[in-house]
Nanobody
């Protein structure tokens, strides 16, 4: 069992930046970020494999969001720049054995951290 704890959410104006963190209680292979806003399904944001050799971003965040990981700290990060109102959502950290953009590939989930972008 792996426990995931997210942090770093908050409120920001359009064009601003936030950095999310997710600490895992143990070693993980693939880790990723998903987001969900009210009335919508959980949406893939970004993923990274265990040795950081491969990252994968959703088209909607490509060029604005960057995922990274520090295995020494069992932590992944999501640097979010040029935030837009449509990025408003609860952001969830996920960990699993398989790398990819589909939620069912991940075995463990955090409780989420809220990101609100508004003027």
């Amino acid at each position: 069992q792996v426990r995931l704890v997210e942090s770093g959410g908050g409120s920001v104006q359009p064009g601003g930046s936030l950095r999310l963190s997710c600490v895992a209680s143990g070693r993980t292979f693939a880790m990723g970020w998903f987001r969900q806003s009210p009335g919508n399904e959980r949406e893939f944001v970004a993923a990274v494999n265990w040795n950081h050799s491969t990252t994968y971003n959703a088209d909607s965040v490509n060029g604005r969001f960057t995922i990274s990981r520090d295995n020494a700290k069992n932590t992944i990060y999501l640097q979010m720049d040029s935030l837009e109102v449509v990025d408003t959502a609860a952001y969830y950290c996920a960990a699993g054995r398989t790398f990819g953009p589909i939620a069912s590939l991940y075995d463990y989930w955090g409780l989420g951290t809220q990101v609100t972008v508004s003027s």
